[in-house]
């Protein structure tokens, strides 16, 4: 039998112990918790788990149940996803596509001369029927996942260069408001376009931004590139709803160029494509309204499909430069030649396409392309290298540009080609042509300048670049990648509890209780 003196230290022994446990078992559990490393940077262009957020809940705790797509989308006899792009010459066509639901009988588009009246609309002042033109649509039929659709093009020909028109689409009863659009000049002439890399991802709630402030900054452009990937599921109707909704009115007033990026192709290029974009034919066999170019007043636009038959596109793309008129050249696709990630390279498109570009009797100015979601920008490139010394003054290269304007955003590496790269940012880019000089600016989602130069056209066909100054910070706002925040306040300001710790502090509480009871019984 113990003493009462040996029993009362064993159980302020046990109790030391037993503080001294708790006291390291709830410091453990408050310490925030250490979180596993990072996965390693995705390769193919994966899309990242989109952060679910909880359901909208009213005061009572009710939640709003989400609105279904099927409705959200549902076409309707109103005209929608009303969009300009060119079929044939800009400076005498202009071709606007749209969506109706399949209960619609008539598809007809109307266009006039703009006056500064409404003369054009039956029944206000002025009008006069003569100098309305109405043309009937061509129509296919689209069935998605989530409705059956009609899709209406038609091309207006025979336009007068540089004119404005108005125009309108409908059934005869139903009918778009009336959207106002320029032809080009059939000369050279000063003009600026809007170029975006892959919106993809956040389509309606985050690239909207993007693309109405580029609008913004330049109301009076004549078309806005898309570099592929303008969608992350070329088959889901719903992001193409996100898409147009995000542009809305803009895709009816300035015409777009898009090229087909890899999440617009699965073997073959989505059947939206070719339903809601009527494009140039004039590509090789095949490659019909995803392969092609035109002239705009002084500049030779090309697109090129970089998700197939890259030779057949070689030879194409090296008679469309042989053959051209024109002072600048500016080239999109969507897989960079020049690759800004690591990891992640484009070989095949790179040995295709690349010698074709420096062989060509005129210099290929510009080379806009997308896919890597971040930004990089060379200097004048040729046969691989940068530029240098003397040969900046003795021969003709090419500026190449990655960039994103969606909300999917990696992280740049570093690459001597690079002259400007940036990872984090949502960016548009704004090029202005005017004579021998070409501006090119890059402008975060903010509209702040985040890269900017000059080419200037020599005698012999090559450019002076000029590097101009710019206000945001030369790396990005990206910068590391995200704080875990979202793990940290999860578990409010102390932290989460770890498991281990919170068992470690019960066994300990349990090895006391029996010391203390073991104790009292041998009083
Ligand atoms: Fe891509």
Not at 226 to 236: I, M, Q, Y
Not at 251 to 278: C, D, I, L
Not at 384 to 394: A, E, I, M, P
Request: with cysteine.
């Amino acid at each position: 039998m113990r003493s009462p003196r040996t029993t009362a230290a064993a159980v302020a022994a046990a109790a030391v112990v037993a503080l001294f446990g708790l006291v390291f078992a709830f410091r453990a559990a408050d310490a925030p918790r250490k979180l596993p490393p990072a996965p390693p940077a995705a390769r193919d262009d994966p899309t990242p788990p989109r952060p679910t957020l909880p359901p909208s809940s009213t005061a009572a705790g009710a939640s709003t149940p989400r609105y279904d797509e099927k409705v959200q989308y549902k076409p309707t006899p109103l005209p929608d996803r009303v969009i300009l792009t060119w079929k044939g010459d800009p400076a005498r066509s202009q071709a606007v596509t749209w969506r109706t639901d399949t209960t619609v009988k008539a598809a007809i588009a109307q266009v006039a001369v703009a006056g500064g009246g409404p003369g054009f609309e039956p029944g206000w002042r002025g009008y006069d029927a003569k100098k309305v033109s109405k043309i009937a649509a061509r129509t296919e039929r689209l069935k998605s996942a989530i409705n059956e659709a009609l899709y209406h093009s038609v091309n207006f020909e025979g336009l007068t260069p540089k004119t404005r028109y108005v125009y309108r689409v409908g059934d005869g009863s139903n009918w778009s408001e009336w959207f106002q659009f320029e032809t080009a000049s059939d000369k050279p002439d000063d003009f600026g376009f809007i170029y975006f890399g892959d919106a993809q991802n956040g389509i309606r709630s985050l690239w909207s931004r993007v693309a109405r402030g580029a609008y913004s900054d330049m109301p009076k452009a004549k078309f806005i590139v898309h570099a592929g990937d303008l969608v992350d599921s070329g088959g889901s109707d719903t992001q193409w709803g996100e898409w147009h909704a995000a542009a809305g009115w803009i895709n009816g007033m300035v015409p777009s160029v898009p090229t087909p990026g890899n999440h617009e192709y699965g073997g073959k290029v989505t059947p939206h494509w070719r339903a809601q974009f009527t494009l140039p034919e004039n590509g090789p066999p095949g490659q019909e309204e995803y392969c092609y170019y035109f002239d705009y007043q002084g500049v030779r636009v090309i697109s090129l499909h970089s998700n197939e038959k890259l030779t057949e596109q070689a030879k194409w793309v090296e008679a469309v430069l042989a053959d051209n008129p024109c002072r600048w050249t500016v080239v999109t696709f969507h897989h960079p030649i020049y690759s800004p990630v690591a990891g992640r390279d484009n070989k095949a498109v790179r040995e295709a396409w690349r010698a074709v570009f420096d062989r060509a009797p005129k210099t290929v100015d510009l080379v806009l392309q997308g896919h890597d979601h971040t930004y990089a920008r060379s200097s004048l490139m040729r046969e691989d290298n940068t530029l240098s010394g003397t040969q900046l003054q003795t021969e003709r290269g090419t500026v190449y540009v990655v960039s994103v304007s969606g909300a999917k955003l990696y992280s740049a590496a570093d690459r001597t080609w690079m002259v400007r790269k940036g990872s984090g940012l949502q960016l548009y880019q704004l090029i202005r042509v005017s004579g021998d000089r070409l501006s090119y600016e890059s402008k975060g989602a903010s509209g702040d300048l985040y890269d900017a130069f000059e080419l200037s056209k020599r005698d012999d066909g090559g450019n002076d670049l000029i590097e101009r100054e710019m206000s945001l910070p030369p790396e990005s706002e990206g910068g590391p990648e995200p704080p875990p925040a979202a793990a940290a306040v999860a578990g409010g300001d102390r932290g989460v509890r770890d498991p281990c710790a919170v068992i470690a502090a019960a066994a300990i509480l349990a090895l006391v209780a029996l010391a203390v009871g073991w104790a009292v019984r041998g009083r």
